[in-house]
């Protein structure tokens, strides 16, 4: 192979400064890595970005770890583990990568269980059944996917590397969720209709997911100039509803809109207005479960000091040996 | 901030023959702590054979602001390239 050799003389014919470095690697598709020069205002928005998905893999535990001692069956139990403690390592892997930016993870922590730092609204929203379980897999992991795919190739190298390990294991999140609700077709008419009424509640909340329309979407020209969002709020919702449709079919269920239908034209799925006051009602904490969801997360941190202040000893006392 | 888990960098190596590579961070008590965390955070699916954690603060690294000068000392060395040499098209094996 032969070397790259960036000649001197071509250096000096390109703007020079961290600024142009900065802007010449963006737009050569290179990565930005935690100790290059970056603008403030890129920095703040990596921070934001990368906590609050971090946040919401984290609070995104609770509404199918409550089903982890109620699965009805040992397999069902073991793999609903795996995909919980799944979530918690995507947490982590995206902290960590926020600390590569500076941001400390305990005030991250400390933002989210005082309201400050925002999740998913999704997350928001009561599991009522076990269907619920399968659907946050089939739905809500699915559209996850499809947010994150494009996340693999954001500009901020720590982000793009953690979103490719968390893609790798989303599909299992998928895929587990989709095989839940094929057996529940399979049972009983009233397992069926279990499976249809989760359908029925989540489909919704789960075109919520992608944010508000393009139209009303303020961060987007900016991230997209950046490079570290891909695609419009629209763009990856239209995608997702032409996914889920065959999927949806396939399953045997019915998706509860009942202006959702192909468009030859357009080549997609044309569907129904979403309820925008809803999601901003949720966004704002008025959702059914959002006192909650803070609720759980701030005990059981303030449950686990304990812990991590023995640790700390032990550590020290050790040290001290 | 005194009371924090100091950072660890993890290394793991996916298989024998291979480097271990860095794959991210965590915070852990002490150096065994960090291994076990690192275990169950990075390596879920048999994705290493074997792990290094280091302390963050232990990591001397290069900086970005001497970019240039720092590695300029490879860069106007291409004799140090096979490719830099002209070699017939007669000769085998080389
Ligand atoms: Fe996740
Ligand atoms: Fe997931």
């Known amino acids: 192979m032969a070397p790259s050799t960036g000649t001197a003389e071509a250096r000096a014919a390109e703007p020079q400064g961290e600024a142009a470095h900065f802007e010449r690697t963006v737009a050569r598709d290179q990565r930005i890595e935690p100790r290059d020069w970056m603008p403030d205002a890129y920095r703040a928005t990596m921070v934001r970005q990368i906590a609050q998905h971090a946040h919401s893999e984290i609070i995104g535990m609770q509404p199918e770890g409550v089903w982890i001692t109620r699965a009805p069956s040992l397999r069902r139990k073991a793999i609903l583990l795996a995909k919980v403690q799944d979530e918690a390592g995507h947490g982590l892997y995206l902290y960590s990568a926020a600390e590569t930016l500076g941001a400390d993870r305990s005030e991250l922590t400390a933002k989210l269980i005082s309201g400050r730092q925002k999740y998913s609204s999704i997350f928001n929203y009561?599991?009522?059944?076990?269907?619920?379980?399968?659907?946050?897999?089939?739905?809500?992991?699915?559209?996850?996917?499809?947010?994150?795919?494009?996340?693999?190739?954001?500009?901020?190298?720590?982000?793009?590397?953690?979103?490719?390990?968390?893609?790798?294991?989303?599909?299992?999140?998928?895929?587990?969720?989709?095989?839940?609700?094929?057996?529940?077709?399979?049972?009983?008419?009233?397992?069926?209709?279990?499976?249809?009424?989760?359908?029925?509640?989540?489909?919704?909340?789960?075109?919520?997911?992608?944010?508000?329309?393009?139209?009303?979407?303020?961060?987007?020209?900016?991230?997209?100039a950046w490079k570290i969002k891909r695609h419009t709020n629209d763009e990856l919702r239209q995608r997702f509803v032409d996914m889920s449709v065959p999927q949806a079919d396939a399953l045997g269920v019915t998706l509860p809109d009942p202006d959702l239908r192909w468009n030859a034209e357009r080549g997609h799925h044309d569907f129904g207005e979403i309820d925008w006051s809803e999601l901003k009602r949720v966004i704002s904490g008025d959702g059914p479960c959002n006192a909650e969801r803070v609720?759980?997360?701030?005990?059981?941190?303030?449950?686990?000091?304990?812990?991590?202040?023995?640790?700390?000893?032990?550590?020290?006392?050790?040290?001290a040996r | 901030m005194?009371?924090?888990?100091?950072?660890?960098?993890?290394?793991?190596?996916?298989?024998?023959?291979?480097?271990?590579?860095?794959?991210?961070?965590?915070?852990?008590?002490?150096?065994?702590?960090?291994?076990?965390?690192?275990?169950?955070?990075?390596?879920?699916?048999?994705?290493?054979?074997?792990?290094w954690v280091v302390p963050a603060r232990d990591i001397t690294a290069s900086s970005p602001d001497e970019k240039d000068p720092f590695f300029a000392p490879s860069g106007d060395k291409v004799y140090r390239h096979p490719t830099f040499y002209d070699i017939p098209e007669n000769v085998p094996h080389i």
């Open chain 1, 126 to 224: 009561p599991t009522l059944t076990f269907a619920d379980v399968g659907v946050i897999g089939w739905l809500v992991d699915g559209a996850a996917i499809c947010n994150q795919v494009p996340l693999c190739r954001s500009s901020y190298g720590p982000y793009a590397r953690a979103m490719i390990r968390i893609c790798k294991e989303e599909s299992f999140h998928q895929r587990q969720g989709y095989e839940l609700l094929m057996t529940l077709m399979r049972g009983t008419d009233a397992q069926r209709e279990m499976v249809q009424d989760a359908v029925n509640r989540w489909w919704w909340p789960s075109l919520m997911m992608f944010g508000p329309p393009d139209a009303d979407s303020t961060h987007t020209a900016q991230s997209m």
């Open chain 2, 2 to 51: 005194d009371k924090d888990w100091p950072l660890y960098e993890v290394f793991v190596r996916g298989k024998r023959g291979l480097n271990h590579v860095h794959v991210g961070s965590l915070r852990a008590p002490d150096d065994t702590m960090a291994l076990r965390n690192a275990r169950d955070l990075y390596t879920r699916r048999n994705e290493g054979v074997s792990i």
């Open chain 1, 295 to 319: 609720a759980v997360r701030r005990a059981a941190h303030e449950d686990g000091a304990w812990v991590r202040e023995a640790a700390a000893a032990h550590a020290a006392k050790q040290e």
